[in-house]
């Protein structure tokens, strides 16, 4: 039996090892997001960019909506999934300068995370804005 017990032991260790690789994986990619995000928002309006779509998208699964929020501050557009109470289905960062008044933008990178029910990250995806 004593073996047995000690591969439930190492078991359990690996899955937490595992577990807390996630989460750092999860806090560098949404470090970055966050610091890509401040960098390019901070610049004069109409500035040009060159800012890239984030590498690891999926390191973003299974945050909640509001572990976003903290680190990235509200999203430039969301969509609404129910009214009463008010649930999130998607956010959506744009990762660039905001363009001047009347410029036809477009070409940046935003990032559109999908939540699901509970308001946790299904996907994120990233793609160049018309």
Do not use: W
């Amino acid at each position: 039996m004593k073996p047995f017990g000690s591969s439930i032991f190492l078991f359990l260790g690996l899955l937490a090892v595992c577990q807390s690789t996630e989460a750092a994986s999860q806090g560098i990619a949404l470090a970055a997001l966050s610091k890509q995000l401040a960098t390019e928002k901070s610049k004069p309006d109409g500035s040009p960019s060159e800012a890239k779509c984030p590498d690891a998208l999926i390191e973003f699964e299974g945050l909640s909506r509001t572990e976003l929020h903290k680190s990235l501050g509200g999203p430039d557009t969301f969509k609404l999934k129910t009214i009463s109470p008010p649930k999130i289905s998607e956010a959506t960062y744009f990762i660039a300068p905001k363009a001047l008044p009347g410029a036809r933008g477009g070409g940046h990178p935003k990032v559109t995370f999908y939540f699901n029910e509970s308001e946790q990250v299904l996907r994120a995806a990233c793609k160049l804005s018309r």
